[in-house]
């Protein structure tokens, strides 16, 4: 199994900045794929970004530019930096990761970007 625990949310001005952490229960070095999701009210949960073991990256198109995910496989932990906040980035933000054949979810942190 594995735990995910996220933090860094919070509220922030529009243009803000907030860095996401995620700390893994194990190991992470050979797990292959971790990610950021998000899940704003009444909307579907949707990818934010995506992070292989050997660092390669992919984001969802609105944000390219603004958002950078990393992980730390020496620390077991997944961050998400996001920088120019804008409203619709309002949302509770999810880590996610396949092992063993199972999806596991941490459980979310907010975040709240003022106009």
């Known amino acids: 199994q594995v735990q995910l625990v996220e933090s860094g949310g919070g509220l922030v001005q529009s243009g803000g900045s907030l860095r996401l952490s995620c700390a893994a229960s194990r190991s992470i070095a050979n797990i292959y794929f971790m990610a950021w999701y998000r899940q704003a009210p009444g909307k579907q949960r949707e990818l934010v970004a995506g992070i292989t073991s050997g660092g390669i990256t992919n984001y969802e198109d609105s944000v390219k530019g603004r958002f950078t995910i990393s992980r730390d496989n020496a620390k077991n932990m997944v961050y998400l930096q996001m920088n120019s906040l804008k409203p619709e980035d309002t949302a509770v933000y999810y880590c996610?990761?396949?092992?063993?054949?199972?999806?596991?979810w941490g459980q979310g942190t907010q975040v709240t970007v003022s106009s």
């Open positions: 996610n990761t396949m092992w063993g054949g199972r999806s596991y």
